[in-house]
């Protein structure tokens, strides 16, 4: 199994900027992608970025956050980042990590794709 743990979140104004952390344990050799998605109250899971874990490459976000989210790894830590900038109070959720490998059913954007979650870490942006 793969133990995720997320760290970073807190409460900014809005243009500001959070940097997320999600540190990867276990058997993570087995899983070659990482994603980030957001939850706010009342609202379904939301796809956020992902990357894959081995070399970084197949960069995607989601339409909300593209060109203000930015995703990056240290592989040699196994930890993956989630660098958030120009921050709007639509932005405020809890945020989550998750481990996951290709299966040829779902999309990376997909949140079947992942088979381990972190617990999560709130972020809030006031107006």
């Known amino acids: 199994q793969v133990q995720m743990v997320e760290s970073g979140g807190g409460l900014v104004q809005a243009g500001g900027s959070l940097r997320l952390s999600c540190a990867a344990s276990?058997?993570?050799?087995?899983?070659?992608?990482m994603g980030w998605f957001r939850q706010a109250p009342g609202k379904d899971r939301e796809f956020v970025a992902t990357?894959?874990?081995?070399?970084?490459?197949?960069?995607l976000y989601g339409d909300s956050v593209k060109g203000r989210f930015s995703i990056s790894r240290d592989n040699g830590k196994n930890t993956v980042f989630l660098q958030m900038n120009s921050l709007k109070p639509e932005d405020t959720a809890t945020y989550y990590c998750?481990?996951?490998?290709?299966?040829?059913?779902?999309?990376?954007?997909?949140?079947?794709?992942?088979?381990?979650w972190g617990q999560g870490t709130q972020v809030t942006v006031s107006s």
């Open positions: 998750a481990a996951g490998q290709y299966s040829g059913v779902y999309r990376v954007s997909a949140k079947e794709y992942y088979a381990y």
């Open positions: 276990g058997d993570t050799q087995r899983y070659n992608t």
């Open positions: 990357m894959r874990w081995n070399n970084g490459a197949v960069v």
